[in-house]
């Protein structure tokens, strides 16, 4: 070889680059701030982290992802076996072998494993030499958290085979359920109110409407129009069936599974669907159509600070669940997945079970938490170990819903009256995983129905606003009222406007962002869909959970996801048991058609007062609660004519089942 001559490896091999380290960016908390550093953690302590495996081929999973879900590709509806997935995306023996001596080199034990995450346990000494950071102590909301003093570095010899690692930082759980009962919301709301006496002419037991504008109310003080009615009786799945033409469509769910996820799980969840069902005229579940996966043994964060409200205090959520996707898809088999917490890594650990085994077609999630909150925000890393599931889900044939919020915009002003909203929330913002690219956001309506039997009759957006009775009973207070609940939705700053929006959002929406800035670029618009789900035009819901077994109206995006699941277990039916898969691409397809109606606001006379009604709880604990409600006042955002940030491309109909026959 002459002096100064290079010779020039084969082309395939100098397109690849060599292996360098790689910074997890967003791996030190922002919390984690020189002013709060309150020493290193003592290099003794011992601690478990999780590191998510990239995979073999992490850009062609996302790649075949987007071609199986959208028509048109050569590989529309060409749906992969979970074995098929593993072999040509999953980590390979020698990527896993390569995170194990990393580990393992750095003095860390391998304390568990899946196909989606090594788990590693050792020293805060052993952490700091394997992450290439440092442990520190830090006051955050008078308690001590520990995190990494800086984002943590990858070498060079795993850079490419993980994903992520959480459990650096102390983060509080984030995810909760979108639903509420209405007796308990006005529980939190009566404590120090006086107690009204019950004036004649307003009934002081319970009374509400079989359908829309059906009883007039009279002895009431004057609210936003002359007259008003009592507001609807909660829904039973058979008049949600009737309104959204499932019953017209023939269609039962017949060949479909729908997995439901949630954090642990109610001891009497066969037994309340079953008696529920058969009170309402519908059929229990078949020997083995029902089934569960929960491992109460396995349960954590069931104390009541733990930061997931216990079992018991999902238990509620879980009927509700259970009950809608039964109610609207009678004939699905239907699997109930418990996460061990509310943790993202208990959640995710159960959403990997369904794809890992491929349990379910469509997969129901009555939960979701805050991009950004003063806790701390969703890390990199967690955001990526949920879209390999949701992708590696697309891949499959499996479609996620997940329900949008009850906080309107999810602002401070939001949750300082609403009821079920996040206190900790840090501005205007979409949930997550909700907001996600990667799955179909369900947002929520109030629907009105024509009779007793569920004819459809109209929908405004899932938005209220409440006053109360006055103690003298002469006015409503305050009036008009103030926001209450209300389904969640919104422009993302986080997550870049997916293909198949691009052609139906419109682009005041998708570049104008929930603080009010303008976006360069376009971003996600949620929800994707809508369906009933405000509290005041509630669904029943029947429990027991250790309890006597009781009926009540629940109310929430969590109504409305599973609603949704149910729907489209029919859909899967009408397609003589295909998966749907993604559902999004196809939804965004049938927008402006007969297959989705268009919400909108509905207001009342010239005057465009709210569409109004007075819920009479009747006397309860010795108070006569009585409300006005005015409907279609969701909070940041509204229901206008085409797709907008409160219903998505609207609510599903007959014809939307139908066109997948």
């Known amino acids: 070889m002459v002096a100064g001559a290079m010779v020039l490896a084969p082309s395939s091999q100098a397109a690849v680059p060599a292996p360098s380290a790689r910074t997890l960016v ?16 003592p290099s003794s302590q011992q601690l478990t982290a999780r590191v998510y495996l990239a995979g073999q081929d992490p850009a062609g999973l996302a790649a075949y992802a987007k071609a199986v879900s959208t028509a048109g590709t050569a590989q529309y509806d060409r749906f992969l076996t ?35 995450y090594v788990d590693v346990h050792g020293t805060a000494a052993a952490v700091n030499r394997a992450f290439g950071t440092h442990l520190h102590e830090y006051a955050v909301q008078g308690e001590l958290r520990q995190a990494p003093s800086s984002d943590a570095v990858l070498p060079a010899s795993v850079a490419s085979a993980i994903l992520g690692v959480t459990g650096l930082s ?8 979108q639903s509420i009962s209405v007796n ?59 309104a959204y033409g499932v019953t017209a469509s023939g269609l039962t769910g017949k060949g479909a599974r729908v997995a439901i996820v949630d954090a642990y799980g109610s001891s009497t969840m066969l037994a309340d669907a079953n008696r529920f069902a058969t009170a309402h005229g519908d ?60 943790s993202d890594q208990d959640l995710l650990a159960a959403l990997s079970t369904i794809v890992d085994k491929h349990l379910a077609d469509v997969v129901s999630n009555s939960w979701s938490g805050l991009m950004h909150s003063t806790s701390g925000d ?15 889900g697309a891949v499959e044939g499996i479609g996620f819903d997940f329900s949008s919020g009850d906080c309107g915009d999810e602002s401070p002003a939001a949750a300082a009256t609403g009821t079920n909203c996040d206190p900790t929330s840090t501005r205007a913002q979409t949930g997550f995983p909700s907001s996600d690219t990667w799955v179909t956001d369900v947002g929520g309506t109030a629907l009105a129905v024509r009779n007793k039997a569920g004819a459809y009759g109209f929908e405004t957006d899932m938005g209220t606003q409440r006053s109360v009775l006055s103690a003298d009973g002469k006015s409503w207070t305050p009036f008009p009222g103030t926001f209450y609940f209300g389904g969640g939705g919104g422009t993302s700053e986080d997550f870049a406007q997916p293909w198949y929006q691009g052609t139906v959002v419109p682009s005041t929406l998708s570049h104008t962002l929930m603080t009010g800035a303008t976006s360069k670029t376009a971003q996600r618009v949620t929800p994707d869909v809508a369906m009933n789900g405000d509290l005041y035009t509630s669904v029943l819901v029947g429990m027991s959970d250790g309890a006597p077994y009781s009926e009540g109206g629940y109310g929430g995006t969590s109504v409305s996801a599973p609603e949704f699941s149910g729907v489209q277990a029919d859909a899967i039916q009408a397609r003589h048991g295909r998966p749907i ?46 409300r006005l409600v005015a409907f279609g006042r969701d909070y940041g955002l509204a229901a206008t004519k085409g797709f907008d940030n409160a219903t998505g491309v609207g609510s599903p109909t007959e014809a939307y089942l139908n066109s997948f026959r």
């Open 26 to 41: 967003g791996t030190s908390p922002q919390w984690a701030a020189a002013s709060a550093d309150k020493g290193a953690t």
């Open 82 to 116: 979970p074995a098929q997935v593993q072999q040509r995306f999953g980590a390979t023996p020698a990527q896993i072998a390569a995170v194990h001596a990393w580990a393992t080199g750095a003095g860390l034990q391998i304390a568990g494993s899946s196909a989606h």
């Open 170 to 177: 102390q983060n509080a759980p984030r995810n909760r359920p």
């Open 184 to 242: 308990a919301s006005e529980a939190q709301l009566a404590t120090g109110t006086a107690k009204p006496k019950p004036k004649p002419g307003l009934p002081t037991v319970a009374t509400c409407s079989d359908y829309w504008g059906q009883k007039t109310v009279s002895g009431a003080p004057k609210g936003y129009t002359a007259k008003t009615s009592f507001d609807q009786c909660s829904f039973t799945p058979a008049q949600l069936r009737k």
């Open 283 to 342: 059929r229990a579940f078949r020997k083995g159509q029902y089934t569960e996966v929960v491992d109460p043994a396995a349960w954590t964060r069931t104390g009541p600070k733990d930061g997931c409200g216990g079992a018991a205090g999902w238990a509620g959520e879980e009927s509700l669940d259970v009950e809608m996707v039964h109610g609207m898809a009678p004939d699905a088999d239907v699997v109930y997945v418990g996460a061990n917490s509310c």
């Open 378 to 392: 969703e890390t990199p890393a967690q955001v990526a170990a949920y879209e390999q599931i949701f992708q590696q």
């Open 581 to 626: 898969g993604f559902a999004n691409p196809a939804l965004y397809e049938r927008f402006g058609s007969k297959s989705f109606t268009d919400v909108v606001n509905h207001t009342l006379g010239k005057g465009k007062q709210p569409l109004n009604a007075v819920a009479d709880l009747g006397v309860v604990s010795g108070s006569l609660r009585i």
